[in-house]
């Protein structure tokens, strides 16, 4: 590393156990021959998890929908508690729970079929959330996967670049701007710009397919209307998703690689395995999503079988030792967020990327000035 931070260029070259990377990449731990063997075998899928994760989800979405309907009919002076929250927060994290489904339908491992992969990360999942497919999996797929932890080119680094998370800054005024003020709505605008910008539209082709998605949800829209039921798509599907689902979308990415993508030198140490309770798993996790790590580390491992991948790595003590500091025995989500307040406090967010901590210096900056 030199003394921009950023990861030497040069040749791939195999190191041990660690495999360097290319600019502004980072170098990949490997893993032993047989947890290897192990993993290939959790790349099995099926055409029964896909369906049933989506029915559980619309499940919920459904009957938090007519049990606030009930309460209105019942009792109208308390619904409005019971809507803010409760059904808010259920619906508006099942709508991330979709965006789950599309996120692994984008991967190619929904389901072993392919038309059904498809069909169940579009139309009732990703469609409804506005997340045109094509432009999903350009955005995450190739773009995120594929150039992970390089400042130029991943689109999730770069939004949480251009919010500010990756300035230099004091752990108390992170805490402010970033961990309380969301809750309140101060990035929503932010991440909602960055769904249109990253999964509606791009090429000529992803903006006709995005404006198809508006239309499709629109026409779903239409159809409530015409039944007199318009105020019950507006409370039960966009409010969640415009004032839930972005705050949602806010934390989870936060506890995902920030800041860890920013000081790591291995690639098991720049993403976080979340530290779920019973409860918060219901609301954080949903279709294990909990393991991003173990996502990170194996993108065609289907969500039911990160569990048993995470179980494997752990005898690998590279991998043990990241996951104790990261997710340490007996800690939750609460401690999470504090561990990312004292990192930002020592300066870790900027480790790895040094002076380049805003997009105009990263595009900005020539090769030679990385070197």
Not at 12 to 37: K, M, W
Not at 60 to 69: Q, W
Not at 99 to 123: D, P
Not at 211 to 226: E, R, S
Request: aromatic share 10%; hydrophobic share 45%; glycine share 8%.
């Amino acid at each position: 590393m030199n003394k921009t931070g950023w990861i030497h260029d040069g040749i791939p070259t195999i190191l041990g156990n660690v495999e360097q990377a290319p600019p502004g990449r980072i170098p990949r731990h490997r893993f032993s021959g047989e947890i290897d063997s192990e993993l290939a075998a959790l790349r099995k899928l099926d055409n029964w998890h896909g369906p049933l994760a989506l029915i559980t989800d619309w499940a919920v979405v459904v009957l938090a929908a007519l049990a606030c309907e009930a309460l209105r009919t019942w009792s109208g002076w308390a619904f409005w508690p019971v809507y803010l929250l409760v059904a808010l927060p259920v619906i508006g994290t099942r709508q991330r729970a979709l965006a789950t489904l599309l996120h692994e339908s984008a991967h190619g491992i929904l389901a072993k079929h392919k038309r059904l992969n498809t069909f169940l990360g579009t139309y009732p999942s990703g469609y409804l959330i506005f997340q045109s497919y094509r432009a999903y999996r350009r955005s995450h797929v190739r773009d995120h996967h594929g150039s992970f932890g390089d400042p130029r080119r991943d689109p999730d680094l770069r939004a949480h670049i251009s919010a500010g998370l990756y300035r230099p800054q004091r752990g108390a005024a992170f805490t402010w701007k970033f961990l309380i003020a969301p809750l309140f709505g101060k990035q929503t605008p932010a991440v909602l710009r960055e769904l249109v910008v990253a999964r509606l539209s791009g090429t000529k082709e992803e903006v006709l397919r995005g404006a198809a998605v508006i239309a499709y949800v629109a026409g779903i829209c239409g159809l409530f209307a015409v039944f007199g039921m318009a105020e019950v798509f507006a409370l039960y599907w966009l409010v969640p998703l415009l004032v839930v689902f972005p705050v949602v979308n806010w934390y989870i990415e936060m506890l995902e690689h920030f800041p860890l993508v920013g000081s790591a030198d291995l690639d098991v140490r720049t993403t976080r395995h979340r530290a779920l309770g019973r409860i918060s798993r219901h609301f954080l996790g949903i279709h294990n999503e909990g393991y991003h790590l173990d996502h990170h580390l194996s993108p065609k491992i289907p969500y039911w079988n990160l569990p048993a991948a995470h179980r494997a790595r752990l005898r690998d003590p590279v991998f043990a030792r990241a996951i104790a500091e990261i997710a340490p025995v007996g800690k939750g989500i609460s401690w999470q967020f504090r561990d990312m307040v004292h990192r930002v406090d020592a300066g870790q967010a900027t480790t790895r990327l040094g002076r380049f901590t805003d997009l105009d210096s990263i595009d900005a900056a020539e090769p030679s000035s990385r070197t």
